[in-house]
């Protein structure tokens, strides 16, 4: 059989998601001949192959290369699932939408000019920092996202659940405290 | 007071009027464009050209020919009236002089133009004829005659009878018959009842109610009073938003009179009747025009509405059965009193009977208020009376019902304006807002206009209401910006079905109206605006 | 005492003439979604997710308001009001900002649970992400109106429970605000008398005690309903 091609990729969050896949522990020995990890940030992988199966999708869309991989990602994948409260709802990073228009500029001054006790200075390099989007969003706001899995992180048995669900060839379906937020 | 009283200061305001009878319309939109200097001047001028034994000078309300203001019509001169348009102050004196036959180059509108000549009046026969800030004017024209007749020759509940017989519906949208609603009040048991008058007229477009009251409030107050008598209460409230202030003055006015005069307050016409009415100002809400909310604000809480039922009928302000009727509602009231149910009947369609007012305004060449019989064509309104749009631009849709109402496209001009057929065309009959749209005129945003006016005007109470006409606008928004896609589309459609069904009052349950409307009959303009889909792979599965 | 008989979702149940079509499914074992209605005070009608399907009526009814009557047939549980209970807590979750993951109520608020427990597992609408202030100045508890869903049951807890009026609603539609006296910081309040009533009606993270950790905001809901049944029925044991 096959190997199913799996990727996780991590866009604006903070990698508890990607914590707590790790966090399955021995299921990941159990599934190791059925999936195939290929692209990650646990994987020495540069760029994002094409004919990815599932794709578990951590963090808000935030900045420019978010937005560029998410669409790469569309493009290149049969599932997307938005992995996480990040991936969901914006969840944190989105709290700075809230700022206004020019969220992105203030929260930056607020980062690296108000509350920088050396060398005050926003951090410039085109091409190499993204730029911050006007707004964070949601990954579903920006492309078609086929199931959700929420949690701040996804506890590992409801990661678990979706995956054997996945690996059966099942339209994923979690229910109940399965879908917590938070 | 007994009814020889009334005769007597009938026939003795009837003497003293002079020979000529200058009216000038005092309205509050002729009032906008100085109609009380217009007033000044001709009465200055009446005395400095010396004809001041044989003319009065008098103020009257709305003449209804709103957009060829300010008016000034002249009886007595010819055999029919004289009516001059866009009068200035300065013109005064030539309106006079010419009294005496002197030529002027002044306007001097048709009285047997269609706009008038279409009309049948029964809310609004004395606006713009007898003086709204005189009570002696109203008992001259035969004022609190009805009221006498039902409380001294008829029961109460024959007085429920007629309206009902009449098969007047109510005029602040819904048509909910008249006479059922008294007779559930009547029958509802309880010592203290409640009248109540709806006068916060909302819509966007519409200015019939605050035109009756500001030309013709006793007419008001009497249905009002016969209301009382009918269901049994002796207290009534007019509410009236405060941006009404004219309306408001001479409401104080005409109830300060009708007080000094005995025909409010105890034992009227020498019965053991008694009724007074005190005025509740409503602070600006929309919402308080819906009769759960408008109760709350009477009783000097937030204004938002309540579950019904209990209907107020049963159980309304202060928890007491109270009756509530719109504005023209009650001013259809002493004509169904005096004429009988069943002459009023014989006005209208089959289930739609009497008279309605319309504000017509909008992209039309003659602006103004109409009253016309149930039943006429929407055509005749809108082409033969208000003589189609100007400037040679084609009638494209025509807006009926406001913010609950829908935008009936031009090819259902030849429906009969009556409440079903309005209803089968996804519109309603609302209060008498009527806007008509030229060809120049984006339909989506004139939905997006209404939602916008919805989402300001929601209470905040209920869920549906309040964050779903925030997301509606938001997605109307998006369609115009031109970033909206067919999934867009589909999600307002959605919204729209669920605010319609799931929203607590009739201000939720129908502001998707115009959105189903317009998307009823103008969806393509909705389609060109889309982009295509780049969202992803998903797209078809989704569908 | 007289009794009515109804079915609910296809089962017969009798209830007390004037109880509520929610109380009457409550004592009959059958669950209906509510966010606004709390034992104790009384029900306005407001979050319209009790709505259920009357047989013979066109409209959707809300079960916290409808009195049950003799042979009323009641349908709680159709696709169709799931679906639009579904979007109704869709449409509060992209109205403020409800952050689960850093919220004091998580783990022990009732949108958050009710969105799981009728399969919301996301927000099809855009986030409005408005600006609201937090109200930490009074003493014992904080007011975050970024959480508040405009149930105003801690309006009606402060006026009819605890008789003091404190907390009100001020401003129109989605920028309706709870409020302390005339628009005062809550800590500058002459009229509250720190009662807690407020916080302990909150179903989501609005209204919190100062210096309890999340796990600790548990909320005291039946001692509103205990306080409310001693003094209106003389029931002294909870």
């Not at chain 1, 108000?114 to 190499?128: H, L, R, S, T």
């Not at chain 2, 004509?335 to 209208?348: C, L, M, P, R, S």
């Not at chain 3, 979750?93 to 799981?116: D, I, K, M, P, S």
């Not at chain 3, 002459?190 to 407020?198: D, I, L, R, V």
Request: proline share 5%.
């Amino acid at each position: 059989m096959e190997r199913l091609k799996i990727a996780t990729v991590w866009l604006g969050g903070c990698a508890g998601c990607h914590m707590s896949f790790l966090d399955l522990d021995e299921f990941l020995i159990d599934i190791a001949d059925k999936i195939e990890v290929v692209f990650s940030p646990i994987a020495d992988v540069k760029e994002y192959p094409e004919g990815v199966d599932v794709c578990l999708i951590e963090g808000a869309v935030c900045n420019a290369d978010n937005l560029e991989l998410i669409h790469k990602i569309r493009a290149r994948t049969k599932v997307l699932v938005s992995f996480g409260d990040c991936a969901v709802t914006a969840n944190v990073p989105a709290m700075r939408n809230q700022f206004g228009l020019a969220n992105s500029e203030s929260v930056l001054q607020r980062a690296y000019i108000e509350n920088a006790q050396y060398n005050p200075v926003i951090p410039k390099a085109d091409g190499i920092v993204p730029a911050l989007l006007e707004n964070v969003q949601p990954v579903h706001e920006v492309v078609h996202v086929e199931f959700f899995l929420p949690g701040c992180p996804p506890p590992a048995d409801r990661i678990k659940a979706l995956m054997i669900q996945v690996l059966a060839g099942q339209t994923p379906k979690l229910e109940g405290v399965q879908l917590k937020f938070g | 007071m007994q009814i020889e009283d009334l005769n007597a200061i009938a026939e003795k305001h009837i003497a003293s009027r002079k020979k000529i009878i200058v009216r000038t319309c005092m309205s509050a939109g002729c009032m906008s464009s100085r109609a009380d200097a217009i007033k000044a001047n001709l009465e200055k001028a009446v005395i400095e050209q010396q004809l001041d034994a044989d003319v009065e000078v008098r103020r009257v309300g709305c003449m209804g020919f709103c957009g060829q203001g300010p008016l000034v019509g002249i009886d007595g001169v010819k055999e029919k009236e004289i009516l001059f348009e866009h009068i200035k102050p300065e013109d005064a004196e030539a309106i006079i002089a010419s009294l005496k036959g002197m030529q002027t180059n002044l306007e001097i509108g048709d009285p047997d133009h269609p706009f008038f000549a279409k009309q049948t009046k029964i809310v609004r026969a004395n606006g713009g004829i007898i003086d709204p800030e005189k009570i002696e004017d109203y008992i001259a024209v035969g004022g609190y005659e009805a009221l006498h007749n039902a409380l001294t020759e008829m029961q109460p509940a024959q007085v429920v009878d007629e309206v009902t017989k009449s098969g007047l519906r109510g005029r602040g949208g819904a048509g909910f018959p008249t006479g059922l609603k008294w007779g559930t009040v009547a029958k509802s048991p309880g010592a203290k009842k409640y009248i109540i008058c709806n006068g916060d007229e909302g819509d966007p477009g519409a200015f019939m109610d605050r035109s009756v009251l500001e030309s013709d409030p006793h007419l008001v107050l009497e249905g009002m009073a016969i209301a009382a008598y009918a269901v049994g209460s002796d207290q009534g409230f007019l509410y009236v938003r405060a941006e009404y202030p004219l309306a408001i003055s001479r409401l104080q006015i005409a109830i300060k009179q009708a007080k000094a005069l005995g025909l409010l307050g105890s034992g009227i016409f020498e019965t053991p009747f008694n009724f007074n009415v005190d005025i509740r100002i409503g602070a600006g809400a929309f919402v308080c025009g819906e009769e759960t909310a408008l109760m709350m604000s009477v009783e000097g809480k937030r204004g938002t509405p309540r579950p019904r039922p209990p209907f107020p009928a049963e159980s309304g302000l202060f928890g007491c059965p109270t009756l509530i009727n719109n504005v023209e509602s009650f001013a259809n009231i002493t004509a169904i009193i005096k004429k009988g149910g069943d002459w009023y009947a014989g006005i209208g369609t089959e289930k739609s009977k009497g008279t309605k007012v319309f504000a017509l305004t909008g992209k039309i060449k003659n602006t103004g208020l109409i009253e016309v019989p149930m039943g006429i064509p929407l055509r005749q309104i809108v082409m033969e009376m208000g003589g189609g749009a100007p400037d040679g631009r084609q009638v494209k849709s025509v807006q009926t019902g406001g913010p609950s109402g829908g935008c009936i496209p031009a090819e259902f001009l030849d429906t009969p304006v009556d409440y079903e057929s309005l209803m089968k065309l996804g519109s309603i009959m609302g209060s008498g807002g009527m806007v008509v749209m030229d060809d120049t005129t984006n339909m989506v945003e004139i939905a997006k206009f209404y939602m916008e006016f919805c989402k300001d005007e929601s209470c905040g109470k209920c869920i549906p209401c309040r964050a779903g006409t925030t997301q509606m606008e938001n997605l109307l928004n998006k369609i115009i910006a031109r970033q909206a896609t067919r999934r867009d589309l589909a999600k307002l459609e959605e919204l729209c079905d669920m605010v319609k069904n799931t929203s607590l009052c009739g201000l939720g349950q129908t502001a998707p109206n115009p959105v189903l409307s317009t998307l009823k009959y103008f969806r393509n303009e909705y389609e060109e605006l889309l982009q295509p889909d780049t969202f992803g792979p998903g797209v078809t599965a989704m569908k | 005492m007289s009794a009515r008989t109804l079915t609910v979702d296809g089962k017969q149940i009798s209830a007390e003439k004037g109880a509520s079509v929610l109380q009457a499914a409550t004592e009959a074992g059958i669950k209906i979604p509510t966010l606004c209605h709390l034992e104790g005070v009384y029900d306005v009608g407001a979050c319209r997710l009790c709505l259920v399907e009357v047989k013979g009526v066109n409209k959707l009814l809300p079960a916290c308001t409808t009195r049950v009557a003799e042979g009323m047939e009641v349908s709680t549980n159709s696709e169709r009001l799931n679906k639009y209970r579904r979007m109704t807590l869709e449409l509060l979750f992209a109205e403020r900002n409800h952050v689960c993951a850093v919220c004091v109520a998580n783990g022990h608020c009732e949108l958050q649970t009710l969105a799981y427990s009728l399969g919301m597992d996301h927000v099809r609408y855009d986030y409005i992400f408005p600006k609201w202030d937090v109200d930490n100045t009074h003493r014992l508890f904080g007011m975050d109106h970024n959480r508040c869903i405009l149930c105003t049951r801690c309006v009606r807890s402060c006026w009819h429970i605890e008789g003091a009026g404190t907390k009100n609603v001020a401003g129109r539609g989605t920028k309706s605000k709870i409020i302390t006296d005339l628009n005062q910081p809550w800590g500058d309040s002459e009229s509250c008398t720190e009662c807690g009533k407020c916080v302990m009606s909150c179903p989501t993270g609005a209204l919190f005690k100062k210096g309890s950790a999340v796990g600790e905001s548990v909320r005291d809901r039946d001692k509103l309903e205990f306080i409310v049944n001693a003094r209106e029925k003389k029931q002294w044991n909870a």
